[in-house]
């Protein structure tokens, strides 16, 4: 099922905005979301799967589309660069640089984890604790994860790496401070997890829409990508699987 929402206040005057069309195909929901000065002006959602060859170029209409009718000039293209699924992250890299070169505006990198943490910090700052951490998990298959560790000012305690889960995972981090974990690795860690300091969060994915305020201070600071050599933060080398025989079930 596609979700279409658009922001329906009415913008007087884009003067001195930063527009940005934002992208995220790092998992399996594919989307994309046009904001202008912390406001999300138009996007689009899918969340049924590996859809986003067939829906992230009509998903980028849209938001464009939407643009235009409005008057408004895009500034800068912002895409999830990692971790995630291998194809997703090239799917929505892929797009996001022919897009920027296109257009003629800077491309702007999200990283996942940080992505994640900051939809957490925003929607869910009061049910946590002041003191509490945060560890986004990826799945990564079987029981590793793609996650990291970060305090709320954003600081990589623990730096984003693959991670294979057992009972004594993020043991250090647990020990003394609530912890809370997320994303749609975060149910392998809750199966194996004993310790009364961590907090689980459920129903957080990476989310265009979420994009926002990370993008927003990349541009403001001129951080942007080398469109010929920028690649995914993939963590670690893909691993294709051999499909299995007809013959040998």
Same mark, same amino acid.
């Given at each position: 099922m596609v979700k279409k929402r658009n922001f329906v206040k009415k913008i007087q005057t884009y003067d001195l905005m930063a527009v940005i069309l934002n992208i995220d195909t790092s998992t399996n929901v594919c989307s994309t979301a046009l904001t202008a000065e912390g406001m999300i002006l138009c996007h689009r959602e899918d969340f049924q799967g590996q859809n986003h060859a067939a829906m992230l170029s009509g998903f980028i209409k849209?938001?464009?589309?939407h643009a235009r009718d409005h008057e408004m000039q895009l500034n800068a293209v912002a895409v999830s660069m990692g971790p995630g699924s291998y194809t997703g992250l090239r799917i929505g890299l892929s797009e996001a640089k022919g897009l920027a070169y296109a257009l003629d505006v800077p491309l702007i990198g999200v990283d996942t984890l940080e992505l994640l943490v900051s939809h957490?910090? #925003?929607? #869910? /700052?009061?049910?946590? !604790?002041? /003191?509490?951490?945060?560890? !986004?998990?990826i799945d990564a298959r079987r029981m590793?994860?793609?996650?990291?560790?970060?305090?709320?000012?954003?600081?990589?305690?623990?730096? !984003?790496?693959?991670?294979?889960?057992?009972?004594?995972?993020?043991?250090? #981090?647990?020990?003394?401070r609530p912890v809370a974990f997320f994303g749609n690795g975060s149910q392998k860690w809750q199966s194996v997890c004993n310790s009364s300091n961590a907090i689980f969060v459920s129903d957080v994915v990476p989310l265009a829409s979420d994009m926002t305020a990370l993008a927003e201070l990349a541009y403001s600071r001129g951080q942007f990508l080398d469109l010929a050599y920028s690649t995914p933060y993939?963590?670690?080398? #893909?691993?294709?699987?051999? !499909?299995? /025989?007809?013959?040998?079930?």
């Open positions: 849209d938001c464009l589309d957490v910090m #925003f929607d #869910f /700052s009061l049910e946590l !604790p002041e /003191s509490a951490l945060y560890a !986004p998990m590793e994860v793609f996650t990291g560790v970060y305090d709320n000012a954003l600081a990589p305690l623990m730096k !984003p790496q693959p991670l294979i889960l057992d009972d004594d995972s993020y043991g250090d #981090f647990l020990a003394d993939y963590l670690k080398d #893909f691993q294709a699987t051999k !499909p299995k /025989s007809v013959l040998s079930r």
